[in-house]
T-cell receptor
Framework: NAGVTQTPKFQVLKTGQSMTLQCAQDMNHEYMSWYRQDPGMGLRLIHYSVGAGITDQGEVPNGYNVSRSTTEDFPLRLLSAAPSQTSVYFC???????????FGPGTRLLVL | RKEVEQDPGPFNVPEGATVAFNCTYSNSASQSFFWYRQDCRKEPKLLMSVYSSGNEDGRFTAQLNRASQYISLLIRDSKLSDSATYLCVVNFREGNKLVFGAGTILRVKS
């Protein structure tokens, strides 16, 4: 099992550009989520999904979109990048909400 | 007030020392509790769940105090490889969401 994979590992964007962060898992987990991690703060939930076709907002959803067309994939889209979105983004999955989370290796994003 | 609070540290300890971290949480209806470990520039990984009666995994002991709303992690006989950031995680019953503390940095030195 590859577990949770994320691409790209690093990305530099200019303000206003859009991009998609990819996340995939091969553990047949129903629950997937996106977090951002900033210095001095805990991981904050951006969006989550409890199964294919179902998504919902987390604590900090503004500026991000998600979709879940398959169990395996959960991409995160930045609509119009802003410097405030400079962060490390982690995708995670689990069998159900509130259970042990398995994290991907993260994407480091810099918005200039 | 943050929902989950941790002392950021860093805790600098010599090899072989015993070190303890506390974490406080704001919601008394919290359902489950975890400690995650995060190495520098890596993803968080589950270290251990925290059970009401307290639990031990080798050199690591986790305890829960619901009355005072805190959990603790005790590391005995610290190793250099224990150097990492330790994240306290609480599952709040309302909304069934996981809330992460900002982490406590541990540095074990020889």
């Amino acid at each position: 099992n590859a577990g949770v994979t994320q691409t790209p590992k690093f990305q530099v964007l200019k303000t206003g550009q859009s991009m998609t962060l990819q996340c995939a898992q091969d553990m047949n987990h129903e629950y997937m989520s996106w977090y951002r991690q900033d210095p001095g703060m805990g991981l904050r939930l951006i969006h989550y999904s409890v199964g294919a076709g179902i998504t919902d907002q987390g604590e900090v959803p503004n500026g991000y979109n998600v979709s879940r067309s398959t169990t395996e994939d959960f991409p995160l889209r930045l609509l119009s990048a802003a410097p405030s979105q400079t962060s490390v983004y982690f995708c995670a999955s689990s069998y159900w909400d509130g259970e042990t989370q398995y994290f991907g290796p993260g994407t480091r994003l810099l918005v200039l | 007030r943050k929902e989950v609070e941790q002392d950021p540290g860093p805790f600098n300890v010599p090899e072989g020392a015993t070190v303890a971290f506390n974490c406080t949480y704001s919601n008394s209806a919290s359902q489950s509790f975890f400690w995650y470990r995060q190495d520098c520039r890596k993803e968080p990984k589950l270290l251990m769940s925290v059970y009401s009666s307290g639990n031990e995994d080798g050199r690591f002991t986790a305890q829960l105090n619901r009355a005072s709303q805190y959990i603790s992690l005790l590391i005995r006989d610290s190793k250099l490889s224990d150097s990492a950031t330790y994240l306290c995680v609480v599952n709040f019953r309302e909304g069934n969401k996981l809330v992460f503390g900002a982490g406590t940095i541990l540095r074990v030195k020889s």
